[in-house]
């Protein structure tokens, strides 16, 4: 597994503090818009859509040999 029940809590909660950094962002770049323009802002929002894209796509590459593909069926040990 790529995220287990041992890790959850930290990615949801590093995923909730993530969406809060970025609601708290919304009014400094609409400022920043008002006063240079949105092409500034379009950069900012470019390459913070970019990291966010990387992410995932880094854990994909990394798992990717250690994890069966979806589509087969994988039993689980629930004997602790």
Do not use: C, W
């Not at 009014?27 to 970019?50: D, K, S």
């Not at 995932?56 to 004997?79: C, E, N, T, W, Y």
């Amino acid at each position: 597994q790529v995220f287990g029940f041992a890790t959850f809590g930290k990615v949801y909660g590093l995923a909730t503090t993530i969406a809060g950094l970025a609601n708290l962002s919304v009014q400094p770049l609409e400022m920043l818009a008002h006063t240079q323009g949105f092409r500034a802002v379009n950069g900012i929002t470019l390459a913070a859509f970019v990291t966010t894209g990387a992410l995932p796509a880094f854990i994909l590459l990394r798992s990717h040999g250690k994890q069966p593909f979806l589509g087969r069926k994988q039993s689980v040990d629930m004997s602790g």
